[in-house]
Each structure stands twice: as C-alpha cells, then as structure tokens.
C-alpha cells in the first residue's frame, strides 16, 4: 500500500510563499489565505504549516508548485533543456495561462520566489536530473509539463529548507506517487511480486529512475508485469492537464 504521507514529513509551503509566487507569476493574488493554521490547507496563513499530502488535495498542489518551477530563479536553469529557442512550445510554458505575459516562456526561470544557495541549487538539481514521470520522457529537470514545473518546484522548496538528497527523493516519490496514483500502484504490485519488498522498503532513488517511471521505462518494465498481478488491468499512460 503507498502511504498518504510519512509523519516526519517536513516541507512547508505557507501562504507567503504561494502568495509571493502568484504575485511574481501571475501579477496579481490568485489564492485566499485561510484564517486556519490546519497544515491540510495549502494556503494556510501559518507559514510554519506542514505539506500535509492527500488524494484529495494532490492536484490542487500541481497548479501550486507548478508557477514555482516554472519561474522559480535557479542557477541550473541557465542550462535547462527547456532554456532555448523552444522554450515558448513547450507544455509546461504553454499551458501557463494565469499569467500577465502571454506565455509562461517570458517567466521561466525569472523571479526571485525561492532563494536558494549555491549548494542548495546542485542539490536540488542533481535530483531532478535523476528522478521521472510516467507522463513523459524527460527528467524532471527537463520540465516540459506541468508535473515535470511542479516537482522541480517541490524540489526547489526542499532544498531550500534544509532537506537532504535523501529526504528530495522521499518528497518527489510521495508527490508522484499522488499525481500517478493508478501508476504508482502498479509499481507497488510491480515490486511487491519481483522483490517482495513493501512500497515502504523501496528506494526512491531506484522507483524514480528512467527505468521505472518515465513513460517509455513504466510501460517497458512495469505496465505488462504490474498489470497481470495487479487487480485491474495497467493503464495506457496518464496525461498532463491543468
């Protein structure tokens, strides 16, 4: 079984974070911060709130860290795959309407949200160059999707607060793991049946790799395998949509 969340969970996303994002990205406040410090609500004004992840809420934090990873000023981007004369084509740019500009290109890697050092930027990168998603087959730091701006963004919040490789991989697994969750399922019957190790006992850093969680790798090495164990049959592949 994937868990929700783990109890030690310690990212924090308050509401002068969001804010600042909207405010960089968009021009103007998208979000409402509630009165209630309860960690469940993404835009609690509490900015000690801890990320608190659910089935329920889980898409919501897409469109959350998305404008973060999207504009998020890091030292890596300038070599981004994405930083380039397609940069305004792809899916993560394209799809970013909210914003004053006309396409989410003109705030790739431009604003100021999350300040990160030196050491706290390769960190964060170096995971996102190692970790995949089941809608594309791109790493995370080639973020030419919206899951693929998000989870570079979650990454950028994580490394900023202190969070150790480890710890980054642990994040990015609990959040696609949310994101994909017909996906992730099937990875979990996937291991459970070849090594008899429980979803808890997992590598993120294996379980994210190319292998297991790109498009192409899911489908090669766990969609066939995890389908004939699981207890319906493996889905075609998950899209990207705001």
Not at 22 to 44: E, N
Not at 161 to 183: C, I, K, M, T, V
Request: hydrophobic fraction near 45%.
């Amino acid at each position: 079984m994937i868990a929700a969340t783990s109890p030690d969970r310690r990212l924090v996303l308050g509401a002068s974070l969001t804010l600042a994002a909207a405010v960089a990205v968009v021009g103007r406040t998208i979000l409402t911060p509630a009165s209630s410090s309860a960690s469940a609500d993404p835009s609690a004004t509490d900015h000690t709130s801890r990320i608190v992840l659910t089935r329920e809420n889980a898409a919501l934090y897409v469109n959350l860290l998305w404008p973060i990873g999207l504009a998020n000023r890091m030292r890596a981007n300038d070599n981004s795959p994405i930083n380039g004369r397609m940069r305004f084509a792809f899916a993560s740019v394209g799809g970013w309407t909210l914003g004053a500009a006309p396409n989410g290109g003109f705030d790739f890697n431009h604003h100021a949200i999350v300040e990160l050092t030196a050491a706290q930027d390769a960190r964060a990168a170096r995971v996102a160059r190692a970790t995949y998603r089941p809608c594309c087959d791109n790493s995370t730091f080639f973020q030419d999707c919206n899951h693929g701006s998000a989870l570079l963004g979650l990454l950028a919040l994580g490394a900023a607060q202190g969070l150790s490789e480890r710890d980054l991989y642990r994040e990015a697994l609990a959040f696609n793991a949310h994101w994909f969750p017909e996906q992730y399922r099937l990875t979990a019957v996937f291991f459970k049946g070849t090594t008899g190790r429980d979803w808890a006992q997992l590598d993120p850093r294996v379980v994210l790799g190319a292998k297991f969680s790109s498009a192409s790798g899911w489908r090669a090495n766990v969609a066939g395998e995890g389908g004939t164990r699981g207890s319906r049959p493996a889905p075609s592949g998950p899209g990207c949509s705001a």
